[in-house]
């Protein structure tokens, strides 16, 4: 069916200036690939810069877990660009193009990572066409525990962006983790009180060294269950004294609150729906939250139904309802920049609902 003459044309002229627009912001951002050091390693990632600002304000994106490279930080390097906040995204040590051993990732170090990142922003300090006292820390995921290790080895980070972290320990996150699966799996309350029992014993295998047996006795009785191979697959009972518990004891414990309440910067913390994020336990980070809030910290909370845990939409969800929440992310993001030489950017707002 054909549009109307008026309907055609007026649709045309909107295309074009969407065009235009797009067009407009691509170019109105430089990229530079650069390489920086921390340690003995190199690091090499992509500064984006808003093109006609001599003096930019800029953000270090710190990863989440995993082989991160620079790419995975694309959408917010990008948005923070184009609101005039320069961005460096680099690949994660051991990955992409930067140095490490390719285990470095998974086996990592939350001071290494950190070290990293501070060398980032050590870097744009000292690059020209970024302010060096408006540098600040992008942490996703797991870089909320990093950026709070790395914040408070800078003179004072302007500011901080936080998306989807965990204000709780690792063992706390993983325990979280896994009955928030078998749950979403479909095993019931008991399935998912039961992995939390095992993976429980496990890490108390990990820090003392005993209550093996223990262990083993319950990975022998929930073995058949029907949750089980869904969580361990073909995995086995670590051994005690392995080298897996012995990485995993220097970072099961690893708890950001004490680092966080050292930081003065006005951090934006941005969460998902509690129901649909199962990597991160919302709930008890945003109360521990609101408890730092009664003590003077500069926080902004946002938290946002109907997302999960890369804050994308999930759910039997309209397309316009995916593109408003899409909207309304950004808006947050960007009026939080804005408001940040004021009071207001420490005032949190209240969960947004699905309409």
């Known amino acids: 069916m054909r549009l109307p003459g008026k309907l055609f044309f007026l649709s045309v002229a909107i295309g074009l200036l969407i065009v235009a627009w797009v067009g407009w912001q ?20 992509t500064l984006r810069s808003p093109r006609w600002v001599d003096s930019a304000p800029a953000f270090v994106m710190v990863h989440g877990s995993g082989p991160a490279t620079r790419q ?13 906040y320069a961005t ?35 870097f744009l300090q000292s690059h020209p066409h970024i302010d060096g006292h408006r540098v600040g820390f992008f942490g996703g995921s797991q870089g909320g525990w990093v950026v709070s290790l790395a914040a408070n080895q800078v003179e004072s980070p302007a500011f901080i962006t936080m998306v989807s972290p965990s204000v709780s ?31 429980t014993a496990d890490h108390a295998v990990t820090r003392t ?28 009972p ?60 500069c926080y902004r909370v946002v938290q946002v139904d109907n997302v999960g845990h890369t804050l994308e939409p999930e759910g039997d969800l ?12 950004v808006q947050d993001i960007y009026q939080w920049l804005d408001d940040l030489d004021t009071d207001s950017a420490c005032a949190s707002r209240p969960p947004r609902k699905r309409s």
Do not use: C
């Open 26 to 45: 691509w170019v109105s951002v430089v990229e530079e690939d650069v390489e920086f050091r921390s340690g003995d390693l190199v690091l090499r990632g």
């Open 72 to 84: 995975t930080m694309v959408v917010y390097a990008w948005l923070f660009a184009l609101k005039g």
């Open 238 to 297: 670590e051994p005690v004294g392995s080298h897996a518990r012995e990485w995993e004891k220097s970072i099961l414990d690893f708890d950001p609150q004490p680092h966080l309440r050292k930081i003065d910067a006005p951090i934006l913390w941005l969460f998902g729906d509690p129901l649909l994020d199962r990597s991160v336990p919302v709930d008890l980070s945003l109360n521990r939250l609101a408890a730092a809030k009664e003590h003077g910290a």
């Open 169 to 199: 320990t690792v063992a706390e996150d993983r325990v979280f983790q896994r009955s928030a699966w078998v749950s979403h799996l479909g095993f019931g309350d008991q399935a998912a009180a039961e992995a939390s029992q095992l993976i």
């Open 88 to 122: 460096l995204a680099y690949d994660k040590r051991g990955t992409g193009a930067s140095d490490g051993e390719p285990h470095e990732w998974r086996e990592f170090s939350f001071e290494d990572l950190a070290a990293d990142s501070v060398a980032g922003y050590r």
């Open 209 to 236: 060294g005993s209550g093996y047996d223990r262990y083993r006795e319950l990975w022998d009785a929930y073995e058949p269950r029907a949750w089980f191979a869904e969580v361990y697959r073909d995995s086995a």
């Open 318 to 329: 309209g397309l316009q309802e995916r593109l408003n929440i899409r909207f309304s992310l």
